[in-house]
Every structure is written in C-alpha cells, then in structure tokens.
C-alpha cells in the first residue's frame, strides 16, 4: 500500500465552506432557454479557463434546475453583476418555482442566451465540455461574444456577503 503522507483527516464539508468561502468571487446571473423560456442562477462559481480560445467555465451543483436545459440548449450567457446588483443575485438564487426574469429587462441575439440589461458584461458562449467533478457539474464554454455595456464596478461576495469593491486598499 502506498505511504500515507497526509495524516490529518479531510476536511469536513463545513470547513471546506469556511475556506472556499473566504476566497472572494464576483457574482453573475448565469442564463439559457428552455424552448421559449428564460432560465437564470446565480453563480459565484465562475473563472477565465483560456485566452485562445477563449474558454471560462462555470461550477453547477446537480440540483441545479438549470442543469438539464443549459446541456440541451447548448448554449449560456455568463451576466457579470455590478455592484448594485445584488438584488437581481438574490432573485435568481431564490427557490421555488418563481418567473425570475419577471420585471428584469432582457435581449438576446439571434441563437445567443438571455442577456440581462442590467449587466455590465455580458458573455454568449457554446458548451464546449462538460464534467461531473462530485456533486457539481463544471461546464466550460467557449466565448462567442461580448458586450460591455457599462463601465460600473463589481458585486463581490465573500463568506456568504456581498460587498462593495474598494480599489482603495
Ligand atoms: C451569491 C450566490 C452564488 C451562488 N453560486 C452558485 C454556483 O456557483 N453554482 C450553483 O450551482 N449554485 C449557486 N448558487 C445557488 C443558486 O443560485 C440557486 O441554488 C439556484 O438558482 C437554484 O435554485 P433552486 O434550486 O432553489 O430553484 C449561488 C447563490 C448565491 C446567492
């Protein structure tokens, strides 16, 4: 049997929280369809995975709703929230089942995901791969295309907060 050079036992599920949770993330409204119908989630679960090509992947728990129709649809649209937007990633992170675009202007371009008026940065990708890690999906995508629409800062969140961004530290 191979040597066991770590002895401390895993990490519990509350203290991967705890350290994941200090990492601060942005926040987005991740977006698709389903036939007609606009789907979104928020998802802090999101980074930059290549520059050519332009590859970002996002982390989807299993039972997320929006699993099933993101893989049919075939594609996404990553909405970058500014700092004022945490009452649009409260709405799409409630439960149940609420018309969550309800009120929340929103276009899409032709075969591109719902983009929502009020994200500075909005990104229409392609599911390039998508991989089972544990009890979360991460799906990569590949970049289609870009508006920035704004030039307002980022939501941020940390610990299970949102904050504001302080270029000033
Ligand atoms: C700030 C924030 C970040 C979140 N990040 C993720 C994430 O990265 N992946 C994920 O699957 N769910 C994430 N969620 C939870 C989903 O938004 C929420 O569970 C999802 O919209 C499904 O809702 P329902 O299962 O209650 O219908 C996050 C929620 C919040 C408030």
């Avoid at 909005?122 to 970049?143: K, S």
Wanted: proline share 9%; glycine share 10%; hydrophobic share 40%.
């Amino acid at each position: 049997m191979a040597r066991q050079l770590i002895a401390a036992p895993p990490p519990t599920p509350t203290e991967w929280r705890a350290a994941m949770g200090y990492f601060p993330t942005g926040v987005t409204v991740v977006t698709c369809w389903q036939g007609r119908t606009p789907l979104g989630s928020t998802i802090n679960a999101f980074c930059s995975v290549s520059l050519e090509p332009p590859l970002l992947l996002i982390c989807l728990d299993r039972a997320n709703p929006l699993c099933g129709p993101l893989a049919e649809c075939g594609v996404f649209g990553v909405n970058i929230l500014a700092e004022d937007g945490r009452d649009l990633a409260r709405r799409f992170a409630v439960a149940g089942d609420i018309d969550r675009f309800e009120g929340q202007p929103f276009r899409a371009v032709d075969g591109g995901a719902p983009q929502l008026e009020a994200a500075p940065i909005f990104i229409d990708c392609v599911v390039e791969t998508t991989t089972r890690a544990g009890d979360h999906f991460v799906v990569i995508g590949r970049g289609t295309r870009i508006e920035h629409t704004s030039a307002a800062p980022p939501l941020l969140y940390q610990k299970g907060r949102f904050l504001r961004f302080d270029p000033d530290v």
